[in-house]
């Protein structure tokens, strides 16, 4: 009998049938008749999730003749072995649709191993910049390697993150993760592991998809796809596989959800009523500080006129308890789940170019638009004059006479609702392609080799909201009333707001990735045992990141302070080189051995400008290079139970922006925070406020980065004593050395004098004339990283008189997440079960059960989604409510203007949610599927914890915001 050589690539688990009888064995729902040896190897493999795809056979005999080689995801030998020494989770089309997600980002989020990842929440004031990642272990998404049909792409930033909205869910076939540190063999960024999604790469119908979803209010989505090909690999000697598809979400409103309407929040706690106001001091109509005196003896006087003459602050605002001032409500102008909208074309195929070797090729093209829409704009303190229309009109009347004749300045802080939300669209545009040949060559050697060339080009474009810093002048001469109520603007002024908008491309970030590697692996010699093989490979790559302002903001108009942020085009390249040996110690012992040497090359600046504004290439660090390893054993203790294990080293340079970015603006922070500059001989005392107040931000690299370290284990085991039951489970370990981070906002503040450089004096972008204290956010070598925990999974299948119950449970359990603070040695603090330090939370337990019920024509699938509950961030909040505060009583009981408070910290209650979907088949080459999300409408549990800046009141990175959501869709195949 002729040999079949099945070939499973951990990358594109691509199949090359010699055997074309073969194939119809591999048709997804046939029955097999394996021997027990073959059949147990087979239901563990799938169990496992180590295999990347199966071959059966019809009987023992033939099974063992014709499954010849596979290659499983986490290692590069080619073998006859279908189970492996590392964990592999394989999330199936099937799978993909009964989560009932529609977008890559959602997918990942239904991962209990996956936390700590950007969400399209970020983008609603934080640091997402229109983007979403992955991230295992909750480490962070620079530690996990996303891989496109096994190859890289280009990153979304200048590291190894992958934005996920470039991929697109329709032409996803299904997804792989290893949740394993594969640092050895696949480079430095996968410390945590590898998730590898895997394209549709051969159909045979074409397939009209259209899905539509409908929250109770808000967010609804569309959802539209295109599948065809043509041509057999095995028969016609070729494929081609083309996919089309549509994405939109329509925003979500703050003021849709009752959870997320409002900032200024009122609960009980320990049966005492507190309320907290997550304000600005940027208010509408606006607030007042007034400047007296002058060097030494100035002095501060705050306070809203609207409230002094109408004993009360205007809607949407709240009296500041400590002070005169009104408070913003700017949470309730948000849009708290951004709208965007995805285009996407795929074109896969490949064709024999031998009887061992095929060619194949992907092009991937994706157009990914989001519009997030935040609070208005914040003019922090706009300088009027003591000779302001608007000081005779609104503040005069408020000062003494003597504090009149002492004025030597007027500032306003001011929220520009009239002028509209501050609108961006980030635009990006993603092509990714692959060329390459896989195959066998002297007889033995089974190699892949590919060039990938991969680009992603972002823009943000400001539409609305923005301003022209020259508006200061129409503010002082009356032009724009910034004491008038919304409602009372004039024409006059609405048009002079109109006048000064800054709208138009804002810059560019371009990054581009080229590489080549090749892999192959062979049997060396035979052992009683078995043969032992090698695997070997090398890889080669030129990673660049540029970010280039548009000619408009070039000319500095916006601002008018002088500049300050420049262009910078970041390049270095990497090789790699490893190779791995899998050695049959016993017969049912495999000991697997990889050693890796990586070469990080050192940034190079080509738009590094020089303190005398020369412009000229410059490297800026040095190259950085180390050797890791990964040893994993896999014993197989009886035809039941597998027991795995594997130990590992990693290493990590930091990205080409950690290291090289030149000082930019950076927004403001999150919160108002106290002046940290508190010693008064202090020259940059000078440029403190008077009251809490949001500083700018100035963000830059830091070129003395060390590299990270890390180290892995994990021991697990697999029990499958039938093909109706599984049970599975790994423990792991990853500690990081030198871990590099930015310092968090409140921990900065906190511990300003440790961190004296993260403070200067910079022109106010409201006033050149003056300077204010800014912070300057720069990452360091925070220290150390511990991370461990267990991975879980059961597998249950029940064949009933009426249909077959499948059902799957599976979690992820942290046992300890915790890291030294930075500029410190030894002072831990931990985010387990917590808000922590670093304004992340990791769960101690998330868990996702599944079970679908088929039966005839028909499938029902009922899903729950658990996250165990925590302890919120420390929180100040004050005693009473907003309208009736609890005052401090003097001595004689008489209250006091100040306002009593206390530490506050809640516990937040653990959160499932539940989804059902319906599914039809009996319309000949249809499918119907209707479902709900959410069912019971639960909503997110309140949190005090303030990470994102504009979301309050609750976690919108954890939770689901759209609540109770029906969607119907159709796929029509011809």
Same mark, same amino acid.
């Given at each position: 009998?002729?040999?079949?050589?099945?070939?499973?690539?951990?990358?594109?688990?691509?199949?090359?049938?010699?055997?074309?009888?073969?194939?119809?064995?591999?048709?997804?729902?046939?029955?097999?008749?394996?021997?027990?040896?073959?059949?147990?190897?087979?239901?563990?493999?799938?169990?496992?999730?180590?295999?990347?795809?199966?071959?059966?056979?019809?009987?023992?005999?033939?099974?063992?003749?014709?499954?010849?080689?596979?290659?499983?995801?986490?290692?590069?030998?080619?073998?006859?072995?279908?189970?492996?020494?590392?964990?592999?989770?394989?999330?199936?089309?099937?799978?993909?649709?009964?989560?009932?997600?529609?977008?890559?980002?959602?997918?990942?989020?239904?991962?209990?191993?996956?936390?700590?990842?950007?969400?399209?929440?970020?983008?609603?004031?934080?640091?997402?910049?229109?983007?979403?990642?992955?991230?295992?272990?909750?480490?962070?998404?620079?530690?996990?390697?996303?891989?496109?049909?096994? =190859?890289?792409?280009?990153?979304?930033?200048?590291?190894?993150?992958?934005?996920?909205?470039?991929?697109?869910?329709?032409?996803?076939?299904?997804?792989?993760?290893?949740?394993?540190?594969?640092?050895?063999?696949?480079?430095?960024?996968?410390?945590?592991?590898?998730?590898?999604?895997?394209?549709?790469?051969?159909?045979?119908?074409?397939?009209?998809?259209?899905?539509?979803?409908?929250?109770?209010?808000?967010?609804?989505?569309?959802?539209?796809?295109?599948?065809?090909?043509?041509?057999?690999?095995?028969?016609?000697?070729?494929?081609?596989?083309?996919?089309?598809?549509?994405?939109?979400?329509?925003?979500?409103?703050?003021?849709?959800?009752?959870?997320?309407?409002?900032?200024?929040?009122?609960?009980?706690?320990?049966?005492?009523?507190?309320?907290?106001?997550?304000?600005?001091?940027?208010?509408?109509?606006?607030?007042?500080?007034?400047?007296?005196?002058?060097?030494?003896?100035?002095?501060?006087?705050?306070?809203?006129?609207?409230?002094?003459?109408?004993?009360?602050?205007?809607?949407?605002?709240?009296?500041?308890?400590?002070?005169?001032?009104?408070?913003?409500?700017?949470?309730?102008?948000?849009?708290?789940?951004?709208?965007?909208?995805?285009?996407?074309?795929?074109?896969?195929?490949?064709?024999?170019?031998?009887?061992?070797?095929?060619?194949?090729?992907?092009?991937?093209?994706?157009?990914?638009?989001?519009?997030?829409?935040?609070?208005?704009?914040?003019?922090?303190?706009?300088?009027?004059?003591?000779?302001?229309?608007?000081?005779?009109?609104?503040?005069?009347?408020?000062?003494?006479?003597?504090?009149?004749?002492?004025?030597?300045?007027?500032?306003?802080?001011?929220?520009?609702?009239?002028?509209?939300? =501050?609108?961006?669209?980030?635009?990006?545009?993603?092509?990714?392609?692959?060329?390459?040949?896989?195959?066998?060559?002297?007889?033995?050697?089974?190699?892949?080799?590919?060039?990938?060339?991969?680009?992603?080009?972002?823009?943000?474009?400001?539409?609305?909201?923005?301003?022209?810093?020259?508006?200061?002048?129409?503010?002082?001469?009356?032009?724009?009333?910034?004491?008038?109520?919304?409602?009372?603007?004039?024409?006059?002024?609405?048009?002079?707001?109109?006048?000064?908008?800054?709208?138009?491309?804002?810059?560019?970030?371009?990054?581009?990735?080229?590489?080549?590697?090749?892999?192959?692996?062979?049997?060396?010699?035979?052992?009683?045992?078995?043969?032992?093989?090698?695997?070997?490979?090398?890889?080669?790559?030129?990673?660049?990141?540029?970010?280039? =302002?548009?000619?408009?903001?070039?000319?500095?108009?916006?601002?008018?302070?002088?500049?300050?942020?420049?262009?910078?085009?970041?390049?270095?390249?990497?090789?790699?080189?490893?190779?791995?040996?899998?050695?049959?110690?016993?017969?049912?012992?495999?000991?697997?051995?990889?050693?890796?040497?990586?070469?990080?090359?050192?940034?190079?600046?080509?738009?590094?400008?020089?303190?005398?504004?020369?412009?000229?290439?410059?490297?800026?660090?040095?190259?950085?290079?180390?050797?890791?390893?990964?040893?994993?054993?896999?014993?197989?203790?009886?035809?039941?139970?597998?027991?795995?294990?594997?130990?590992?080293?990693?290493?990590?340079?930091?990205?080409?922006?950690?290291?090289?970015?030149?000082?930019?603006?950076?927004?403001?922070?999150?919160?108002?925070?106290?002046?940290?500059?508190?010693?008064?001989?202090?020259?940059?005392?000078?440029?403190?406020?008077?009251?809490?107040?949001?500083?700018?931000?100035?963000?830059?690299?830091?070129?003395?980065?060390?590299?990270?370290?890390?180290?892995?284990?994990?021991?697990?085991?697999?029990?499958?004593?039938?093909?109706?039951?599984?049970?599975?489970?790994?423990?792991?370990?990853?500690?990081?050395?030198?871990?590099?981070?930015?310092?968090?906002?409140?921990?900065?503040?906190?511990?300003?004098?440790?961190?004296?450089?993260?403070?200067?004096?910079?022109?106010?972008?409201?006033?050149?004339?003056?300077?204010?204290?800014?912070?300057?956010?720069?990452?360091?070598?925070?220290?150390?990283?511990?991370?461990?925990?267990?991975?879980?999974?059961?597998?249950?299948?029940?064949?009933?008189?009426?249909?077959?119950?499948?059902?799957?449970?599976?979690?992820?359990?942290?046992?300890?997440?915790?890291?030294?603070?930075?500029?410190?040695?030894?002072?831990?603090?931990?985010?387990?079960?917590?808000?922590?330090?670093?304004?992340?939370?990791?769960?101690?337990?998330?868990?996702?059960?599944?079970?679908?019920?088929?039966?005839?024509?028909?499938?029902?699938?009922?899903?729950?989604?658990?996250?165990?509950?925590?302890?919120?961030?420390?929180?100040?909040?004050?005693?009473?409510?907003?309208?009736?505060?609890?005052?401090?009583?003097?001595?004689?009981?008489?209250?006091?203007?100040?306002?009593?408070?206390?530490?506050?910290?809640?516990?937040?209650?653990?959160?499932?949610?539940?989804?059902?979907?319906?599914?039809?088949?009996?319309?000949?080459?249809?499918?119907?599927?209707?479902?709900?999300?959410?069912?019971?409408?639960?909503?997110?549990?309140?949190?005090?914890?303030?990470?994102?800046?504009?979301?309050?009141?609750?976690?919108?990175?954890?939770?689901?915001?759209?609540? =109770?959501?029906?969607?119907?869709?159709?796929?029509?195949?011809?």
């Amino acid at each position: 009998m002729a040999k079949s050589v099945v070939t499973c690539y951990p990358y594109k688990s691509k199949k090359i049938h010699k055997n074309k009888a073969l194939k119809k064995y591999l048709k997804p729902g046939r029955k097999q008749m394996l021997n027990s040896k073959i059949t147990k190897a087979v239901r563990l493999a799938l169990m496992y999730g180590a295999a990347s795809a199966t071959a059966f056979a019809v009987n023992a005999e033939e099974a063992e003749e014709n499954i010849e080689k596979i290659e499983v995801t986490g290692s590069s030998i080619k073998g006859t072995d279908l189970a492996g020494a590392l964990p592999v989770d394989i999330i199936s089309a099937e799978d993909i649709k009964n989560t009932g997600v529609t977008s890559v980002p959602d997918l990942i989020t239904q991962i209990p191993s996956m936390q700590g990842f950007t969400t399209p929440t970020s983008s609603v004031g934080g640091g997402g910049g229109g983007t979403a990642t992955a991230s295992l272990r909750g480490l962070g998404d620079q530690y996990t390697l996303v891989l496109l049909n096994g =190859r890289r792409l280009a990153p979304s930033g200048s590291g190894g993150s992958i934005d996920l909205n470039s991929i697109p869910l329709a032409a996803v076939q299904r997804v792989e993760v290893l949740t394993d540190g594969a640092s050895a063999l696949y480079g430095s960024d996968a410390i945590a592991g590898v998730i590898n999604f895997i394209l549709k790469d051969s159909v045979d119908m074409s397939t009209v998809s259209v899905r539509t979803d409908r929250p109770s209010d808000g967010g609804e989505s569309l959802n539209i796809s295109f599948t065809t090909g043509f041509g057999d690999i095995s028969s016609d000697g070729y494929n081609v596989m083309f996919s089309v598809s549509h994405d939109s979400q329509d925003a979500l409103k703050s003021q849709d959800r009752e959870f997320a309407k409002t900032g200024l929040l009122e609960f009980e706690h320990n049966y005492q009523p507190y309320f907290s106001i997550n304000g600005s001091p940027n208010a509408i109509p606006a607030n007042v500080e007034v400047e007296m005196g002058e060097g030494d003896d100035v002095e501060y006087k705050n306070f809203n006129p609207y409230l002094l003459k109408h004993k009360g602050c205007a809607d949407n605002n709240a009296k500041d308890p400590g002070s005169q001032n009104c408070m913003f409500d700017y949470t309730s102008t948000l849009e708290i789940v951004p709208e965007s909208e995805r285009t996407s074309a795929m074109l896969q195929a490949g064709f024999t170019v031998t009887e061992d070797i095929e060619a194949f090729a992907t092009l991937a093209y994706t157009d990914f638009s989001m519009t997030p829409r935040i609070a208005p704009n914040p003019t922090g303190g706009i300088a009027l004059g003591k000779d302001s229309v608007l000081y005779d009109k609104y503040v005069r009347e408020h000062l003494t006479q003597d504090e009149q004749d002492a004025v030597t300045e007027v500032y306003a802080t001011w929220r520009a609702l009239p002028g509209g939300n =501050r609108t961006n669209v980030w635009d990006t545009e993603t092509i990714n392609s692959i060329v390459g040949l896989e195959g066998v060559v002297f007889d033995n050697i089974d190699f892949n080799t590919a060039l990938v060339y991969s680009t992603s080009e972002r823009t943000e474009t400001f539409t609305d909201g923005h301003f022209f810093k020259t508006w200061r002048n129409d503010i002082a001469a009356g032009k724009i009333d910034v004491f008038a109520l919304p409602s009372e603007f004039t024409q006059e002024s609405l048009d002079a707001l109109e006048a000064v908008k800054w709208r138009g491309l804002n810059d560019t970030t371009t990054t581009e990735s080229i590489s080549w590697d090749i892999r192959a692996s062979q049997p060396l010699f035979e052992l009683p045992a078995g043969e032992v093989y090698i695997g070997y490979g090398v890889d080669y790559r030129i990673n660049s990141y540029e970010n280039i =302002r548009s000619e408009e903001n070039k000319k500095d108009t916006r601002w008018l302070d002088g500049g300050g942020d420049r262009d910078y085009k970041l390049e270095r390249e990497t090789y790699g080189a490893f190779t791995e040996f899998q050695v049959p110690v016993l017969e049912n012992l495999t000991l697997s051995a990889a050693i890796r040497y990586d070469m990080i090359g050192g940034v190079e600046d080509s738009l590094y400008e020089d303190e005398n504004g020369n412009v000229s290439t410059q490297k800026v660090n040095d190259n950085e290079n180390d050797t890791t390893y990964k040893v994993s054993v896999r014993y197989t203790v009886n035809d039941d139970l597998v027991i795995r294990g594997s130990v590992g080293t990693g290493f990590r340079a930091a990205t080409m922006r950690q290291i090289a970015e030149p000082r930019v603006r950076f927004g403001v922070t999150g919160a108002a925070y106290p002046c940290p500059i508190t010693d008064p001989s202090d020259p940059r005392s000078a440029g403190c406020r008077p009251t809490d107040i949001q500083y700018n931000i100035l963000r830059q690299g830091n070129v003395t980065l060390s590299p990270e370290t890390s180290d892995q284990l994990s021991v697990g085991f697999v029990y499958a004593p039938s093909n109706e039951f599984s049970f599975e489970m790994d423990f792991w370990q990853v500690y990081i050395n030198d871990m590099v981070q930015s310092p968090s906002q409140p921990y900065l503040f906190a511990n300003a004098s440790k961190f004296n450089d993260s403070f200067i004096l910079h022109p106010d972008p409201n006033n050149p004339n003056r300077d204010l204290i800014h912070m300057v956010s720069e990452p360091v070598n925070i220290g150390v990283s511990r991370n461990a925990g267990v991975d879980w999974k059961v597998n249950l299948l029940n064949e009933l008189s009426f249909g077959t119950l499948k059902t799957s449970v599976q979690g992820t359990y942290f046992q300890k997440s915790d890291y030294t603070l930075a500029g410190t040695d030894d002072v831990w603090r931990s985010s387990l079960g917590r808000y922590g330090a670093d304004e992340e939370i990791v769960f101690r337990n998330v868990i996702n059960a599944q079970s679908t019920l088929t039966h005839g024509d028909f499938s029902h699938t009922l899903r729950m989604n658990y996250r165990s509950g925590w302890r919120d961030a420390p929180v100040t909040a004050q005693r009473g409510t907003i309208e009736n505060p609890e005052y401090v009583l003097d001595s004689e009981g008489n209250p006091t203007t100040a306002v009593q408070s206390d530490l506050v910290q809640l516990k937040v209650p653990s959160h499932a949610t539940f989804s059902y979907k319906f599914d039809y088949l009996g319309f000949e080459n249809t499918v119907i599927s209707a479902g709900v999300k959410n069912i019971f409408d639960k909503a997110p549990p309140m949190s005090l914890g303030d990470a994102e800046g504009h979301l309050v009141g609750y976690e919108g990175r954890y939770y689901d915001q759209f609540l =109770r959501t029906y969607y119907l869709s159709v796929d029509y195949s011809f």
